[in-house]
């Protein structure tokens, strides 16, 4: 067996330049596929992260239909004692209970329809990136205080500060007039516009008063450990939610579809270009390999005349192309792994990302994501067409017959 | 010139030689090449889709506003200059469509819900070129004239606030001394766009209506110009500057919504990036290919050097023989490409992830598109960057020893 081992190796130096350049073309493919897909991941976890951490969680408690409809009286009736009742049972505090209402939001020289969310102040930090981000002033702090929290934009448009008393008016989940006096005491900046510009938070308390609610909120808000996780958390609110109740639990795909579905769409045009990439170097690996059977013919012919198995040879031109192959692998993983972890440290902008980041919701640097599998993926993906592309070649010879194959010139 | 035919006899003949060897290599770049443009098509397609739906919604290839408009798109930033100074002014030549509008937000409200709009007075019969639905496929009608009283909303929006064709909505939003403006409409018709955020959007009313209700007299919000091409909108913007003369905010789609420009910048980028990537994947087999080609000719162009062939015709010889290979595997690419995209070029139905790219700011069919720019683009790219990979084994081959050359086992 060594000997097999030691005649491939030295068949494939014979010809150092042209191993070398079918193996740079791997090289280059297999280093390429790493940081492509390393970034590729690592701008989908982002993405989702972002995504979640602004209002959606991994998973929501609501009404029926209220995710669609998103219509007042379609209530979580009791919503603070069943946010409880499942922070206990999860023993977490990643949740929290909202309500969320459409109102009139006027200062002294302007109005906006806008949206309002009642939060609970102590836990809505666990499940949202909006306390985190308030810039100016403070948060929202007092349960059933007068006070609210506003994007950058609205701020802006409102011609209001930290410190003034704006209007809110609105409807009641009893179709009845909603009407509060609120004290502005931060302004948050998400840097998404859309947020900026039409949301604003009070306390949950304050919230039901304001509008009825008797005690009921449009979602509970529960974050676990992890997309993987959501499931198992899923049958775990399960358990808590009252018996007679139609309250229906959503998982953060239901909430944002899109969100996915974005993923997939960039996937499946970033998975056709890296096949191509893939299709092109098996065409150069199997253009060597051919050649380099070719090119032996004679000699093919003289061991095969000595008694040497078709089969055999044939094992020696993969036992070839196998070598390159992983030379190729190593390589351009080293390769590969070397420049993503440069960018892991100080991510990726291109011009555009600015505009793009502030669109999705993203940062406007991209940091790759290194592990396993973006990391292998891609290279035992070229490792495996290689090994394809080398069939023919080796396949070939067993239609080869000794006598005329000696004859070659 | 003789020389250069017998040269190029002679590469042909090469070519030839090993027909096996170039079959696979026209392969690899016609696959190649293929790849390049219709992955460009595709992009293109995409990019053109979104930037001519987002035109359609934010509409106009050029807009005017008050300066302070784009920051706080409120009635206190209207324009004076009224519909009818603007057509005495404006000199149509270039421009395709023009229109009018007021533009402000506000808040809808039905006996059930509120919500918050762009209210939008049109006037209907100069919408119609920029419009983003067709006005005969709006159930029920869509508005008549600028005195028209009714209101045109998005189904979304109508299903959100339990309303429909033939019952009544109250619009309120504020005139100019911040006083509250509003007022009852009938829903008269409900339109359809290509995503839901649109559909709750927008609400159209008369532009004379919407004045009267506002209490601006002839004041609007906005002027848009529509040309021919969006990536022309020079002609159009002299247009608009001399229409509607000084003092006001003139500026192109691209200026207004950053991310659109942006991303056509992204992706002109991009089409580059991927066309040299998939040449680099190709160069290895191609050079790779020349260098075997060289190699198994030592002897006979050991040969030809001693027979008085000059070295430069070596050289010409072998880089003849790249630029056909090329130009063949161009041919295919180009063929290739264009049968293919052709056909789908009525549209590629994308809607099973129809709600990601509607985050991605697109719409579910995907048009491919074909520029004939890009294919020529595609095709220089790979035959410079061809006839510099080719440069080096034709050297090589060139300053061979004849004596040396020839004695080469």
Same mark, same amino acid.
């Given at each position: ?42 701008? @989908? ?20 239909? @209220? ?15 069943? !946010? ?121 308390? =304050? ?67 890296? =096949? ?23 000699? =093919? ?20 192309? !196998? ?68 069939? @023919? ?17 | 010139?003789?020389? $250069?035919?017998?040269?190029?006899? $002679? ?82 030549? *270039? ?10 937000? *506000? ?49 979304? $929006? ?134 075997? *080609? ?88 790979? $035959? ?26």
């Amino acid at each position: 067996m060594k000997i097999v081992f030691r005649l491939a190796w030295r068949n494939l130096w014979r010809q150092p330049r042209r191993t070398w350049l079918t193996t740079g073309a791997m090289i280059f493919a297999n280093m390429l596929l790493v940081f492509m897909i390393s970034l590729q991941f690592g701008m @989908y976890s982002l993405m989702i992260d972002n995504a979640l951490q602004v209002f959606t969680g991994h998973m929501q408690v609501q009404a029926p239909l @209220y995710n669609d409809e998103k219509k007042m009286r379609q209530t979580v009736p009791n919503i603070v004692p069943l !946010a409880n009742a499942i922070r206990e049972e999860l023993q977490s505090d990643k949740v929290a209970a909202r309500g969320w209402a459409f109102a009139l939001a006027s200062s002294d020289d302007r109005s906006f329809g806008i949206g309002i969310y009642g939060v609970e102040p102590e836990f809505e930090n666990n499940v949202s990136n909006i306390p985190g981000l308030t810039s100016l002033g403070r948060y929202l702090g007092d349960n059933d205080a007068a006070e609210i929290v506003m994007g950058s934009v609205l701020a802006r448009n409102l011609h209001v500060e930290v410190g003034d008393e704006i209007t809110l008016m609105g409807s009641g989940v009893d179709g009845s007039f909603a009407a509060a006096v609120v004290n502005i005491v931060g302004i948050f900046d998400s840097g998404v516009t859309d947020i900026d510009r039409n949301i604003a938070e009070i306390p949950l308390g =304050f919230f039901q008063d304001t509008f009825f609610m008797e005690g009921a909120g449009h979602q509970v808000v529960v974050f676990g450990d992890g997309l993987a996780a959501v499931p198992e958390l899923k049958s775990r609110v399960q358990s808590v939610l009252p018996g007679d109740s139609d309250l229906v639990m959503l998982d953060w795909d239901a909430l944002q579809p899109g969100l996915k579905q974005a993923i997939q769409a960039d996937m499946s045009s970033a998975f056709f270009m890296y =096949f191509v990439l893939v299709i092109l170097v098996s065409f150069s690996v199997l253009n060597t390999q051919l050649m380099s059977v070719l090119e032996r013919t004679r000699e =093919f012919g003289i061991v095969m005349a000595l008694g040497l198995k078709p089969g055999k040879l044939g094992r020696l031109v993969i036992l070839e192309t !196998a070598m390159m192959g992983l030379l190729g692998v190593v390589l351009g993983v080293a390769a590969g792994a070397l420049v993503t972890a440069w960018f892991t440290t100080n991510g990726l902008a291109f011009p555009g990302m600015d505009e793009m980041a502030a669109k999705f919701n993203l940062p406007a640097r991209m940091y790759p994501q290194i592990n396993a599998l973006t990391l292998l993926a891609g290279p035992i993906t070229v490792f495996i067409f290689t090994m394809l592309a080398s069939i @023919y070649p080796a396949v070939r010879l067993h239609w080869q017959n000794p006598v005329d194959a000696m004859r070659v010139a | 010139m003789r020389l $250069l035919r017998i040269l190029f006899r $002679l590469a042909w003949r090469n070519l030839w030689r090993n027909h096996r060897r170039t079959i696979i290599m026209l392969g690899a770049i016609g696959v190649g090449v293929w790849a390049m443009i219709f992955m460009t098509a595709l992009t293109r397609g995409m990019v053109d889709q979104m930037i001519v739906d987002s035109i359609g919604v934010l509409p106009g290839h050029v807009q005017v506003h008050h300066p302070d408009y784009q920051d706080d798109p409120s009635i206190s930033n209207r324009m004076l200059i009224s519909a009818d100074d603007i057509s005495e002014r404006l000199d149509t030549g *270039a421009v395709k469509a023009w229109a009018s509008r007021v533009r402000v937000p *506000a808040i809808i409200t039905s006996e059930r819900e509120s919500r918050g709009v762009t209210l939008l007075g049109v006037d209907p019969e100069a919408e119609r070129e920029i419009s983003f639905f067709d006005y005969d496929e709006v159930d029920g009608r869509f508005l008549t004239d600028v005195n028209d009283k009714g209101i045109v909303i998005g189904k979304k $929006l109508a299903k959100t606030l339990e309303t429909e064709v033939g019952k009544r909505v109250v619009l309120m939003s504020q005139d100019p001394d911040n006083e509250i403006a509003d007022r009852g409409f009938r829903v008269v018709g409900l339109y359809t766009a290509k995503t839901k955020a649109v559909e709750e959007a927008y609400a159209y009313v008369g532009r004379r209506t919407a004045q009267t209700m506002l209490r601006i007299g002839d004041a609007t919000s906005e002027v848009v110009f529509l040309g021919d091409d969006y990536r022309n909108v020079d002609p159009i913007y002299d247009v608009a500057v001399s229409a509607v003369g000084e003092g006001l905010s003139i500026r192109p789609w691209y200026d207004i919504d950053t991310y659109l420009g942006a991303m056509l910048g992204v992706m002109d980028g991009f089409v580059l990036v991927w066309v040299v990537v998939i040449f680099l994947a190709l160069s290895f087999g191609l050079v790779n290919t020349l260098v075997m *080609a060289v190699f198994e000719r030592v002897r006979e162009i050991g040969l030809m050097l001693a027979l008085g062939m000059k070295p430069g015709s070596i050289l010409g010889q072998i880089v003849i023989e790249s630029m056909l290979l090329i130009t063949f595997g161009l041919a295919i690419g180009n063929a290739l490409a264009w049968a293919t995209v052709v056909p789908l070029e009525s549209g590629i139905d994308v809607s099973i992830v129809g709600d990601g790219m509607e985050m991605w700011g697109m719409s579910s069919m995907l048009y491919p598109k074909l520029y004939v720019s890009d294919m020529v683009l595609a095709s220089s790219v790979v $035959l410079l960057l061809g006839f510099l990979a080719s440069l080096s084994p034709a050297w090589r081959a060139s300053r061979y020893e004849p004596v040396e050359a020839i004695t080469k086992v």
